[in-house]
């Protein structure tokens, strides 16, 4: 089997297990499963293909990288970042968009990084858990979970944010954390946010945006990031510009390849996308 039909079915069998079951694993299970001489990352493997009734060659696979791919976290680390800590995130609710939070339980799995590429060719996801309860701020549309400030999207997008110079343009103005890292970087000058939905504007200008490091650097335009983003490349007024307008790596795919093209007819900035690496995966 090639590396790359090995980490496809492993990637298949971690997403049905995130996608059907995530909090299947409990603490009881692991510390029994160690008791048997395996590692924590092992015993998480081996729980993790039971669980969604992996075959035996998937779950040898799994074994086998399960060192590379699962790992425990400390959820105080996360509840002490600054967005967190600074941002008083209330919940609250305007025309079926909502202001709450997620709980991740003890032991529950969750991506944790973007999918990660190591020197024999492998390119494995990232998968952790929490030895206890955490929550995390929250935005709701429509009844359906829009973005939430995980661990992933805090160890993705605030890297993003540390890379952001000068005049910053971003796509997707969701709960403000790329916003928020992006005016805490004194490399910063100024932000200007594109979101269509004036929902999600009302909630961030009413609850978050008085909590960020320099509100009155920021300017938030209201309409759909892919008739704007042309315009405003043309201009040429921005030195950074970041995009996030898709939910995660299923739906970002065909945005990302559109944004692309954009790039390449307005050059002279330094363009970012959220989770760039896991979506060349899957294109």
């Known amino acids: 089997m090639s590396r790359a039909d090995a ?5 298949g069998a971690i997403s049905h297990f995130l996608n059907l079951c995530p909090d299947a694993i409990t603490g009881d299970m692991l510390k ?12 998480y493997a081996l729980l993790l293909c ?26 105080g680390l996360y509840e002490k970042e600054s967005y967190l800590a600074k941002v008083p995130v209330p919940e609250t609710e305007v025309n079926d968009a909502a202001l709450s939070c997620v709980t991740i339980k003890p032991f529950e799995a969750f991506p944790c990084g973007e999918v990660r590429a190591f020197s024999d060719g492998a390119v494995l996801p990232q998968i952790s858990w929490f030895a206890r309860e955490a929550r995390f701020p929250a935005l709701l549309l429509d009844g359906r979970l829009y973005m939430s400030i995980v661990p992933n999207e805090i160890l993705t997008i ?22 928020f890292k992006a005016l805490e970087n004194p490399a910063v000058e100024t932000v200007t946010c594109v979101e269509r939905d004036d929902r999600v504007i009302r909630l961030f200008c009413t609850h ?13 335009l209201q309409g759909d990031a892919f008739q704007l983003a042309p315009k405003l490349y043309a201009e040429g007024q921005f030195d950074f510009v970041f995009a996030d307008l898709w939910h995660d790596a299923q739906d970002g ?3 990302y390849l559109r944004l692309k093209q954009m790039e390449l007819e307005a050059p002279g900035r330094i363009y970012s996308y959220w989770i760039e690496n896991t979506l060349k995966y899957y294109i």
């Open 7 to 11: 980490d496809e079915r492993i990637i």
């Open 32 to 43: 029994e499963m160690c008791l048997g001489g395996l590692s924590a990352p092992e015993a």
């Open 50 to 75: 039971a669980s969604v009734d992996a075959d035996t060659e998937t779950e040898r696979l799994m074994l086998r990288d399960s060192g590379r791919i699962f790992f425990e976290s400390d959820a």
């Open 158 to 179: 605030a890297p993003e944010a540390a890379r952001a110079r000068g005049r910053v343009l971003t796509l997707g103005l969701g709960m403000g954390y790329f916003i």
């Open 208 to 220: 978050i945006r008085p909590h960020l490091p320099r509100p009155e650097a920021l300017t938030i």
């Open 253 to 255: 795919p065909e945005m």
